[in-house]
T-cell receptor, first 114, second 115 residues
């Protein structure tokens, strides 16, 4: 069975603070892919990152970084020096060949206060 | 290159009416899927397709039908609308790469209200 848990329903931070969004997943597949998406107030879904299960290197893209830990089945997302434009709902998602489709967590709503 | 196009953007239906949400992609992707988004529940998969002529049920398929006669189109049919189907619907497409699933490309969404 595939499952993605985002325990943080809502987070508020003050601008320029760092914030980490947690994602814990469950899968029986040995090969799988993890994703993060952003949904700003306008409603579209914006792809942020795709990571396969064999690549445990952390990734950094500007103010965004991702920490993948297979041992704890977690794929956490950190925003450094948050900005108001980061206010959005963030979704973690999992794809594995067993189910052959994309499972989403329930999302974390991030509010950055100026 | 339009990507994934969903129509309509907004729709109000009366209980019991039927309608079709349209989804088209011009990227020659083999995977297409429909999700619904409800507050606090994330995106839940309704139906998906791994190629023309092949469809399968997702997590919440009841009350919906799909077909995939071409690679480009994947319409979602509501057979007899119910208030519980009030939601935002997203269509997505993707393709296989490196033995797995690439990022999903999403349409802009359809906000459906059933009264």
């Amino acid at each position: 069975a595939q499952k993605v848990t985002q325990a943080q329903t809502e987070i508020s931070v003050v601008e320029k603070e760092d914030v980490t969004l947690d994602c814990v997943y469950e899968t029986r597949d040995t090969t799988y892919y993890l994703f993060w998406y952003k949904q700003p107030p306008s409603g579209e879904l914006v792809f942020l990152i795709r990571r396969n299960s064999f690549d445990e290197q952390n990734e950094i893209s500007g103010r965004y970084s991702w920490n993948f830990q297979k041992s704890t089945s977690s794929f956490n997302f950190t925003i450094t020096a948050s900005q108001v434009v980061d206010s959005a709902v963030y979704f973690c998602a999992l794809w594995g060949p067993g189910a052959n489709n994309l499972f989403f967590g329930t999302g974390t709503r991030l509010t950055v206060i100026p | 290159n339009a990507g994934v196009t969903q129509t309509p953007k907004f729709q109000v239906l009366k209980t019991g009416q039927s309608m079709t949400l349209q989804c088209a992609q011009d990227m020659n992707h083999e995977y297409m899927s429909w999700y619904r988004q409800d507050p606090g529940m994330g995106l839940r998969l309704i139906h998906y397709s791994v190629g023309a002529g092949i469809t399968d049920q997702g997590e919440v398929p009841n009350g919906y039908n799909v077909s995939r006669s071409t690679t480009e189109d994947f319409p979602l049919r509501l057979l007899s609308a119910a208030p519980s189907q009030t939601s935002v619907y997203f269509c997505a497409s993707s393709y296989s790469r490196d033995g797995g699933y690439t990022e999903a490309f999403f349409g802009q969404g359809t906000r459906l209200t059933v009264v």
